[in-house]
Nanobody, 121 residues
Framework: QVKLVESGGGLVQPGGSLRLSCSAS????????MGWYRQAPGKQRELVAI???????DYADSVKGRFTISRDNAKNTAFLQMNSLKPDDTAVYYC???????????????WGQGTQVTVSS
């Protein structure tokens, strides 16, 4: 069984910063891409940033230059450094990881439970 746990959310003023963490645990053989998504009230869940095993990254246009995704493969953990936060960044942030749980098995997507980020003065 695999579990993803996010942490680091909270309330921050516009222009502030937060650092989210996503830790994967359980029966893990390997982890492919890891990504951060967010869902604001009344809106669909959207991709924020994604990072491959080789550390190749991609970002939503709305966060380019402000957010940075990274990962520590030895610790099965991904991070999202969020700077210059805006009220529009307010959402529940979810981590997703593409995980292989055994030799010769196909990868499956696993999601965390989400962490609330609120940007408000």
């Amino acid at each position: 069984q695999v579990k993803l746990v996010e942490s680091g959310g909270g309330l921050v003023q516009p222009g502030g910063s937060l650092r989210l963490s996503c830790s994967a645990s359980g029966t893990i053989f390997s982890i492919n891409a890891m990504g951060w998504y967010r869902q604001a009230p009344g809106k669909q869940r959207e991709l924020v940033a994604i990072i491959s095993t080789g550390a190749r990254t991609d970002y939503a246009d709305s966060v380019k230059g402000r957010f940075t995704i990274s990962r520590d493969n030895a610790k099965n953990t991904a991070f999202l450094q969020m700077n210059s936060l805006k009220p529009d960044d307010t959402a529940v942030y979810y981590c997703k990881a593409d995980i292989v749980t055994g030799w010769l098995l196909s990868p499956s997507d696993y999601w965390g439970q989400g962490t609330q980020v609120t940007v408000s003065s």
